[in-house]
C-alpha cells in the first residue's frame, strides 16, 4: 500500500480500486495522510536551516551593532572616564559620565555653568608619555575605543565647567566671589575648603566670541582657564574644540547624578550686561525698533493722502 502513496506522487497512474483500505492505510484520507509527512518534512529541515541562517547572519549582526554603536558615539552620546580630581566632589576619579554630542550639531554652543568635555586647546596637558602595551591588547583597545566601548588612551581631552562664554566679562579677586558681567556667582559646587579663586585671582578678562572661559569645581586642584593666560586665547577655550556636555554620571551606580545648570548663572541681569545693554534699556531698544516701521508707513501715507 505504501507503494500507492509513492505511485500518486510520482504521477503515475493509481489503480481503479483502491477502497476504503488505501484510505485507512494513509492516516483516514489522502490529505490526512499526507499532512504529516509534510510538517515532518518541515520541522527536520526547516530547523536545520534555520540554525545554519543565523551562524551565517552572525557576523552580520555584529557588524550592524558595531556600526551602530560607532554612529551613537559619533553622533549622540559617549562615555568618558574621570581621570583626575580637578571637578570633585562633582565628578569622582572612576565616574564615567555620558556626554551628549547631538546638540553641537544642530549649532547648539556651550552655556554657562554647563559641564563640558573638550579637546587639549594646546599646551594644557602637556606632552603624555606613551604606555607600553602588548600589540593585541592595544589593537582591541584602539577597536573598542573607535566604536566608543571604552575611552581612547590617545585622545586628550578634558573636562571643566563653563564660566563665561563669548561677551562675558569674568573675573575673581582676593578670596573671591568670581564675578560674570559684574554678577557674584554663588557656587555650592566648589570643593569644600576651596576658595571661588583658588588662590588664583585674575581678571577682569573680556571672552571673545566663540570661546568660552571653563574651571574646575575643585578650584585648588585644577590647572583650568586661570593657568593658561600665556597661551593662544589668553586661557580661554575655542567652541569648536568643544566635544560635547556632560549630562548625567552613568557608572558606578552608587554616583548617579544628571549634571544640570546651577540656579545661579540664570540670575537676572546676567545675559544683558553680556550684550552691552542694560536690562531696563533691551525693552526700550525693541519698542524703537518696533515703532519705525509704523511712523514710516503713516508718513508715506500722509503724503499719498496730500498728493
Same mark, same amino acid.
Given at each position: 500500500?505504501?507503494?500507492?502513496?509513492? *505511485?500518486?506522487?510520482? !504521477?503515475?497512474?493509481? /489503480?481503479? +480500486?483502491?477502497? $476504503?483500505?488505501?484510505?485507512?492505510?494513509?492516516? @483516514?484520507? %489522502?490529505?490526512?495522510?499526507?499532512?504529516?509527512?509534510?510538517?515532518?518534512?518541515?520541522?527536520?529541515?526547516?530547523?536545520?536551516?534555520?540554525?545554519?541562517?543565523?551562524?551565517?547572519?552572525?557576523?552580520?549582526?555584529?557588524?550592524?551593532?558595531?556600526?551602530?554603536?560607532?554612529?551613537?558615539?559619533?553622533?549622540?552620546?559617549?562615555?568618558?572616564?574621570?581621570?583626575?580630581?580637578?571637578?570633585?566632589?562633582?565628578?569622582?576619579?572612576?565616574?564615567?559620565?555620558?556626554?551628549?554630542?547631538?546638540?553641537?550639531?544642530?549649532?547648539?554652543?556651550?552655556?554657562?555653568?554647563?559641564?563640558?568635555?573638550?579637546?587639549?586647546? *594646546?599646551?594644557?596637558? !602637556?606632552?603624555?608619555? /606613551?604606555? +607600553?602595551?602588548? $600589540?593585541?591588547?592595544?589593537?582591541?583597545?584602539? @577597536?573598542? %575605543?573607535?566604536?566608543?566601548?571604552?575611552?581612547?588612551?590617545?585622545?586628550?581631552?578634558?573636562?571643566?565647567?563653563?564660566?563665561?562664554?563669548?561677551?562675558?566679562?569674568?573675573?575673581?579677586?582676593?578670596?573671591?566671589?568670581?564675578?560674570?558681567?559684574?554678577?557674584?556667582?554663588?557656587?555650592?559646587?566648589?570643593?569644600?575648603?576651596?576658595?571661588?579663586?583658588?588662590?588664583?585671582?585674575?581678571?577682569?578678562?573680556?571672552?571673545?566670541?566663540?570661546?568660552?572661559?571653563?574651571?574646575?569645581?575643585?578650584?585648588?586642584?585644577?590647572?583650568?582657564?586661570?593657568?593658561?593666560?600665556?597661551?593662544?586665547?589668553?586661557?580661554?577655550?575655542?567652541?569648536?574644540?568643544?566635544?560635547?556636555?556632560?549630562?548625567?554620571?552613568?557608572?558606578?551606580?552608587?554616583?548617579?547624578?544628571?549634571? %544640570?545648570?546651577?540656579?545661579?548663572?540664570?540670575?537676572?541681569?546676567?545675559?544683558?550686561?553680556?550684550?552691552?545693554?542694560?536690562?531696563?534699556?533691551?525693552?526700550?531698544?525693541?519698542?524703537?525698533?518696533?515703532?519705525?516701521?509704523?511712523?514710516?508707513?503713516?508718513?508715506?501715507?500722509?503724503?499719498?493722502?496730500?498728493?
Amino acid at each position: 500500500m505504501g507503494d500507492l502513496v509513492v *505511485g500518486a506522487r510520482s !504521477g503515475r497512474e493509481e /489503480p481503479e +480500486d483502491r477502497g $476504503p483500505t488505501s484510505s485507512s492505510s494513509s492516516g @483516514g484520507s %489522502s490529505g490526512g495522510g499526507e499532512a504529516p509527512i509534510d510538517a515532518n518534512d518541515r520541522d527536520g529541515g526547516g530547523g536545520k536551516k534555520q540554525q545554519r541562517s543565523f551562524w551565517k547572519e552572525l557576523p552580520l549582526l555584529i557588524v550592524i551593532a558595531l556600526a551602530l554603536a560607532w554612529l551613537i558615539k559619533t553622533f549622540l552620546l559617549q562615555a568618558f572616564s574621570i581621570p583626575s580630581a580637578s571637578m570633585e566632589n562633582t565628578l569622582r576619579i572612576g565616574d564615567r559620565v555620558l556626554v551628549d554630542k547631538l546638540t553641537p550639531w544642530f549649532g547648539s554652543e556651550p552655556e554657562r555653568g554647563e559641564v563640558v568635555v573638550f579637546h587639549d586647546p *594646546g599646551g594644557w596637558l !602637556g606632552e603624555t608619555v /606613551p604606555v +607600553d602595551t602588548n $600589540p593585541v591588547t592595544g589593537a582591541i583597545q584602539k @577597536g573598542l %575605543s573607535f566604536v566608543g566601548l571604552m575611552p581612547s588612551a590617545e585622545e586628550k581631552d578634558l573636562i571643566k565647567r563653563v564660566i563665561a562664554v563669548g561677551g562675558d566679562t569674568v573675573e575673581c579677586k582676593g578670596t573671591g566671589p568670581v564675578k560674570v558681567n559684574g554678577k557674584a556667582l554663588e557656587e555650592p559646587y566648589i570643593y569644600p575648603g576651596n576658595t571661588p579663586c583658588g588662590d588664583r585671582p585674575f581678571g577682569p578678562i573680556k571672552v571673545p566670541q566663540g570661546r568660552i572661559w571653563v574651571m574646575g569645581d575643585h578650584r585648588q586642584d585644577s590647572l583650568d582657564s586661570r593657568y593658561h593666560q600665556n597661551l593662544p586665547g589668553n586661557g580661554t577655550v575655542s567652541v569648536d574644540e568643544v566635544v560635547g556636555r556632560a549630562v548625567v554620571v552613568a557608572w558606578p551606580i552608587s554616583n548617579w547624578s544628571t549634571l %544640570s545648570v546651577p540656579s545661579t548663572f540664570d540670575q537676572p541681569g546676567i545675559n544683558a550686561a553680556a550684550a552691552g545693554l542694560p536690562a531696563t534699556a533691551l525693552p526700550a531698544a525693541g519698542g524703537l525698533a518696533g515703532a519705525v516701521p509704523l511712523v514710516m508707513w503713516r508718513r508715506r501715507r500722509l503724503i499719498n493722502q496730500a498728493g
